[in-house]
């Protein structure tokens, strides 16, 4: 009998959480306004929470990973898309430190993955076959803090709040050189957060997409000159995220806004999709960019 309950109180959950998320996926998506610069063309809703501080999109696994903040909640998660109820779930949780703060996560090299944490001074070197933890690093004293992270097989590249995009050997983890991101003007801009290393098929330039804290938009920034060539507002994202909490929890409408901020950017080559998310967010926002 107890079972039994259990049993439909978890069919009822599911059906409240399949409905949540198709529902919430039809309004938004058929009724996304129309833009030059990108298209929404999924929605998944996200039942688990996570202080998204970097996000990853993993070819060879073909799998998304969220690194997560927060002190006494920092992990990793690798997770899984369910179509059938447009969820986004967790398959594997891999915790930091109680102490630590966890910050951008990437791809090291053929074996590892490397997350950062924020001011803790480590990185964290993670086994992507196993995903278990292989051991800490120290971050070099050129990056003040960790903040955002993306790689591209020759270096990895790291954010730390300034207008620096620090160019770091994954071998040696040293820091090869670092370049300063500014505006079309030449005015150096700051606050560079999570990114996402992008290479441009169609004359091999590389590029790098970063979300700045605090906006709403994306910038691309070219990775010769440092220069930001585009800007990509996705106020709708957080427009969709704050109707979500206005309509399930409207008490929450507001609160902690500087918390819950756009912050996430992962690539998916082969389907040439975008994955975009915020801290805390409900949602997880399959994008294609023009
Ligand atoms: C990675 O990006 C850097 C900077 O643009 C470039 O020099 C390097 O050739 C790129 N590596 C690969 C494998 O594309």
Redesign the pocket.
Known sequence: MVILCFTTILIFINLILKSEASIYKDKYLLNQPKSKDFEIIDIYFRPYSCFTQGLLFDQSRRQLTESCGWQGDSKALFTKFDEQTSQVLLDTQVNMEKNHFGEGITILNQDKYLAMTWKDRVFYMMDRQTLKILSTEAIPNEIKEGWGAT?????V?ITDGSEFIH?VDPSSLQVLKSLKVVSQKGTPIRNLNELE?F?DKTN???FIWTNIFLQDSIAKID??TGMIIKRVNLKVLSDVQEAYIKETNPRLVGYDKFNSVLNGIAYDEIEDVFYITGKRWSFIFKVKLF
Do not use: A, I, P, R
Not at 151 to 155: A, C, H, V
């Open positions: 790689s591209n097989g020759t270096y590249f160019f290393y290479k091999g330039k590389d990775l010769e």
